[in-house]
């Protein structure tokens, strides 16, 4: 493979020691203080609640000492692995000349600049700090672009917990289009009601809502590669001339996709450009940092100099513009950008996806690694071309929670039913280790 620089292997470890006890013992602390008991809107059930001391390269080991493969990734901006030397320098340089400015800083100019050059849609950039922000603040400004106030979604697309966003995501009654379901509580009507639901892969289902609602679309939001569905030849084409024809914009949010599935993101790997697009997680090599990206004369309503404020668009925030984050992420692309970078990449996903499809047919399960090499999910279920949400209910859930937690118990680092994440980190001997899990987590579910 290419001479990339990776993170070196984990140094030694101590002992494990699981009957030590310390993570039970942490966890009982958490249930205590956070809010609702867990760290997210998901949780991995006691007997196989993880705490993570430290990481390194594509190995993580917990509070008990035990060492694991991480396919989890910090749910995928570590495409470089755990503390890259080249990350890790970069941020200590910066710490020693400040860590939070609020205004411009050369750090964050030259990331803006590789930002833009790197990405096929983007003329200028907006710098936030997490995902739902920016898809927040993407459908903002199409808002304001367009003078128009809807949003139409995917069904099964997650584009973050913000009110607009978090609209049939997982929704309690599939299928039930174009109306959304909101996927939690307390979100107003109005915001619920400003969201309309396609299905993804089907441009009739696109058309017969833009059909309905178009005279008020601002834009159409799609994750390029919807979880771990991608996308059918023709299909974000068509998605992008229907929104188009009907004055809409098209956004791509690629805080997945970008910078994972290509140097150039989705856009170049499918061959589409939006007109805005949304990027976060690998982009700062796991440091906090997302970004809005699109055609300057959309962003143009985020100049803050203006006095006519006839169209203003409002996008601070405190940390934005971070120089750390920054810092990280110029040290993450220059990575990225190296040749060779993508084709190793898709090399150890490969082997992990073909591998654990194999093993599960071995043992008798009907296994798909659906999506791409760089970032895919494992399904139990037949169908090995679904392409869309409702597909998807197929997938034996009951049965990927207990697979997740058995490989989480034999030292791979997942998080059940969702995604694989891979990493430049990932060695031969990862993928072969990783396979042994997955293989006797398949013997363990019999
Ligand atoms: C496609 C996509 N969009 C947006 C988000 C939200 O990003 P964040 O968690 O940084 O708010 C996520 C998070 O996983 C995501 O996968």
């Not at 940092?289 to 996008?315: F, H, K, Y």
């Amino acid at each position: 493979m290419t001479g990339v620089p990776v993170a070196p292997r984990p140094a030694e470890s101590p002992a494990p020691n699981p009957e030590s006890g310390v993570t039970r013992a942490l966890v009982a602390r958490a249930r205590r203080v956070f809010g609702g008991g867990t760290m997210h809107s998901w949780a991995i059930p006691d007997d196989a609640t993880v705490v993570i001391a430290r990481g390194e390269g594509a190995h993580v080991w917990d509070a008990d000492g035990r060492e694991y493969v991480d396919c989890h990734l910090g749910s995928g901006p570590l495409l470089l692995g755990h503390g890259h030397p080249g990350v890790s320098a970069a941020v200590k340089a910066q710490l020693d000349r400040g860590v939070s400015f609020h205004f411009f800083n050369p750090q964050v100019i030259e990331f803006a600049e590789r930002v833009v050059a790197a990405v096929p849609c983007a003329e200028a950039v907006r710098f936030v700090s997490t995902g739902s922000e920016a898809t927040f603040y993407a459908m903002r400004l199409a808002r304001v672009a367009t003078g128009r106030s809807k949003i139409l979604k995917f069904e099964g697309a997650l584009h973050g917990g913000q009110d607009y966003a978090a609209q049939s995501t997982s929704p309690g009654h599939p299928g039930a289009l174009p109306t959304p379901i909101p996927d939690s509580d307390g979100i107003p009507a109005g915001a619920t009601e400003s969201v309309v639901i396609a299905a993804f892969n089907d441009l009739d289902s696109v058309r017969r809502v833009i059909e309905r609602y178009g005279d008020d679309l601002a834009a159409v939001i799609v994750e390029p590669m919807q979880r771990a569905l991608v996308p059918e030849p023709g299909f974000l084409a068509g998605v992008r001339d229907l929104a188009h024809a009907a004055g809409a914009l098209l956004i791509f949010d690629e805080i997945v996709t970008g910078f994972r599935l290509a140097w150039g993101g989705a856009q170049e790997r499918y061959g589409v450009v939006p007109d805005l697009a949304t990027y976060g997680k690998a982009m700062a090599g796991g440091f906090p940092m997302a970004c809005i990206v699109g055609q300057a004369e959309i962003l143009a309503p985020l100049d803050g100099r203006r006095t006519d404020r006839s169209q203003m668009a409002w996008a601070s925030g405190t940390l934005n513009g971070n120089p750390v984050s920054a810092a990280a992420g110029m040290a993450a692309l220059s990575v990225l950008s190296q040749p060779g970078v993508y084709e190793r990449l898709h090399h150890t996903g490969g082997r992990l996806r073909q591998g654990i499809e194999e093993s599960g047919r071995r043992h008798g399960v009907p296994t798909q690694a659906l999506g791409e090499d760089a970032v895919f999910g494992v399904r139990f279920m037949e169908n090995s071309a679904p392409r869309q949400w409702t597909d998807l209910l197929a997938h034996d859930r009951a049965l990927g929670l207990r697979w997740g937690m058995e490989c989480l118990k034999r030292g791979l680092l997942v998080n059940p039913n969702e995604k694989f994440y891979v990493s430049l980190a990932h060695t031969e001997e990862d993928v072969d280790r990783t396979l042994q899990i997955c293989d006797e987590a398949f013997a363990a579910c019999k």
